[in-house]
């Protein structure tokens, strides 16, 4: 089955700087890439997403990089706000309709 | 935010007893998915339904059953709670597939915090 591995963990950065967030997968059969975020409390939320067939997606200050070839796709959120701290996580789907989940990243942006 | 309401959202219960969490929709989605979160595991399929009546089992489905009598309502049982079970229990709708694309998101309820004692 799919192995999604999801890194870092923890990740600590000053307001206004970058954060990025890796994962990669196993499955050459995975297509679809959707990010998500989980506020205290809440059920995740999806954020961004992108199909296999795209390398780049951009939506304001959250971008997701693709790259099949090697199996990972990355999350990148510029200008941090306070507001961006929460559990962020991957996810692989293929067209099997089942999604697996990378183990999340605790985002924490400092004022 | 998709119309998933879970119930309860928290409970406490013994080990050994039966217990159901319940999970409604009123997207009229055809997919219905339950997952369990723990630290340092993220979100694992326990069970999955793509239909009324249809279902099948996730990567821990042991422990676990589920039923799909209407659209709405996607049921997950826990026959007889263990310690292990503790946990947060996720509800997830998917609509179904545009122009044969499997490229739609899921849309997560609240969770239910299950403490099995």
């Known amino acids: 089955g799919e192995n999604v591995e999801q890194h870092p963990s923890t990740l600590s950065v000053q307001e206004g700087d970058s954060a990025v967030i890796k994962c990669t997968y196993s499955?050459?059969?995975?297509?679809?890439f959707p990010w998500y975020k989980q506020e205290l409390g809440k059920g995740p939320q999806l954020i961004i997403d992108i199909r296999s067939n795209v390398g780049e997606k951009k939506d304001q200050r959250i971008a997701v990089t693709l790259n099949k070839t090697a199996k990972h796709f990355s999350l990148h959120i510029t200008e941090t706000q306070p507001e961006d701290s929460a559990v962020y996580f991957c996810a692989a789907r293929s067209n099997a309709g089942k999604s697996t989940f990378g183990d999340g990243t605790t985002l924490t942006v400092k004022p | 935010d998709a119309g998933i309401t879970q119930s309860p959202r928290h409970k406490v219960t013994e080990t050994g007893t039966p217990v159901t969490l319940r999970c409604h929709q009123t997207?009229?989605?055809?997919?219905m998915y339950w997952y369990r979160q723990d630290p340092g595991h993220g979100l694992r399929l326990i069970h999955y339904?793509?239909?009324?009546?249809?279902?099948d089992k996730g990567e821990v489905s042991d422990g676990y059953s589920v039923s799909r009598s209407k659209t709405e309502d996607f049921l997950l049982t826990l026959e007889s709670a263990t310690s292990s079970q503790t946990s947060v229990y996720f509800c997830?709708?998917?609509?179904?597939?545009?122009?044969?694309?499997?490229?739609?998101?899921?849309?997560f309820g609240n969770g239910t915090r299950l403490t099995v004692t």
């Open positions: 997207e009229n989605h055809r997919y």
């Open positions: 499955d050459s059969a995975s297509n679809y």
């Open positions: 997830a709708i998917r609509g179904g597939e545009t122009g044969g694309s499997y490229n739609s998101p899921l849309h």
């Open positions: 339904s793509y239909g009324v009546k249809d279902t």
